[in-house]
């Protein structure tokens, strides 16, 4: 069961990703976002979940 708690973070994780990726921040806020997560993934994701910058979804 430890493996399916790892693909769920890892997941999630990439998704979290490719939103910090879809924002107006610049650069450099966006590179500390996504190595936040990816040196901290469970708690890097859940501090971006509260606190990082949201995607910009245009239609």
Do not use: C, Q, R
């Not at 501090?47 to 949201?54: D, E, L, T, V």
């Amino acid at each position: 069961m430890k493996w399916l708690f790892g693909v769920i973070v890892f997941v999630l994780d990439v998704w979290a990703i490719a939103s910090i990726i879809n924002t107006n921040e610049t650069i450099g806020k966006k590179i500390l976002w996504i190595l936040l997560i990816a040196i901290l993934p469970v708690v890097g994701f859940i501090i971006w979940w509260f606190a990082g910058p949201k995607p910009n979804y245009s239609v």
